[in-house]
C-alpha cells in the first residue's frame, strides 16, 4: 500500500520509518502526536465459527477479530483481517459462520457490505449492523475523519502505543479526528492508512446499499 503521507512500523516493536524524510523521527518534539481513541470509541468485529456436536449443544469458535471504529458511511470500519478469514472458509462445507459487531461486550449481528472488491488497496472493510435500525438506536458516536490533508506531514506516532495497539485501531489527531487507521500488510508489517485514503474507500462503499432497496409496489387500477 502505497502511504507517502504516513508512517510504517515494521515490527509490533514500534521500529518506525518516516515516509520520505528520515529526519522526521529525530524532530518528533516539534510534531503533533497522534495517540489511539480510547477503547470507549473503538469496537470489535468478530468471525465465529458454529460447530454443530452429535452429542450436546452446538459450540462457537472464535475464528478471527479486528478492532473498528464507527462512520456515517459504514456503520464500522474495520480491517481485511477478519473480512479475509471469513471469505477463506464460506465454501466450507459443514461450516456455519457468523459475523457479530461486540461493543461494551455485547455482539450485535452484522455483515460485510460486498463492494465487490478487497481490499482496494487499503487492506480496509466496511461492517454493518444486520438491522439498519441497530445503529441509531445504540446512539454510537461517530469518529470524524481529518479534513486537514496538509497538516498530515506534521503529525508523529508514539512507537510504544503503536506496539500495544491491534490492527484496525484509529489514530486521532489533537482535535479528536481520525488521522490514520493502523493495519496490517500481508507480509505481517504493520502500517498506516491515512484519513484521505480512508475517504478514497469510503467513497466506494458509499456507492453501494447496506441493505436492499426497497420499493413500494404500485396501486392496481380498479
Known amino acids: 500500500m502505497n502511504n507517502p503521507a504516513g508512517v510504517v512500523a515494521t515490527s509490533v516493536l514500534g521500529i518506525l520509518l518516516c515516509i520520505g524524510n528520515p529526519t522526521n523521527a529525530r ?20 468471525v465465529t465459527d458454529v ?25 464500522v470500519i474495520t480491517t481485511f483481517d ?5 471469505e477463506e472458509r464460506q465454501t466450507w462445507r459443514n461450516v456455519r459462520q457468523r459475523v457479530d459487531i461486540v461493543i461494551n461486550g455485547t455482539p450485535y449481528p452484522a455483515k460485510f457490505r460486498d463492494i465487490g472488491f478487497y481490499p482496494l488497496g487499503l487492506n480496509l472493510a466496511c461492517i454493518d449492523f444486520d438491522s439498519p435500525y441497530v445503529h441509531s438506536q445504540l446512539k454510537i458516536p461517530v469518529l470524524q475523519l481529518d479534513r486537514d490533508s496538509a497538516g498530515l506531514a506534521a503529525l508523529s506516532y508514539e512507537d510504544k ?3 500495544n495497539s491491534d490492527p484496525g485501531t484509529p489514530f486521532l489527531n489533537p482535535q479528536g479526528q481520525v488521522s490514520s487507521v493502523l493495519l496490517t500488510t500481508e507480509n505481517g508489517q504493520l502500517e498506516f492508512a491515512t484519513a484521505e485514503q480512508i475517504r478514497s474507500f469510503l467513497k466506494v462503499a458509499a456507492d453501494v446499499a447496506p441493505w436492499p432497496t426497497l420499493s ?5 387500477a380498479t
Do not use: M, W
Open 27 to 46: 524532530t518528533q518534539e516539534s510534531k503533533s502526536v497522534v495517540h489511539p481513541a480510547p477503547a470507549s470509541q473503538v469496537i470489535t468485529v468478530t
Open 51 to 75: 460447530r454443530h456436536s452429535k452429542h450436546g449443544p452446538d459450540t462457537d469458535v472464535l475464528i478471527a477479530q479486528a478492532v473498528g471504529f464507527p462512520n456515517d458511511t459504514c456503520d
Open 82 to 86: 477478519v473480512v479475509k478469514a471469513y
Open 161 to 163: 502505543e503503536i506496539a
Open 216 to 220: 413500494r409496489r404500485p396501486l392496481s
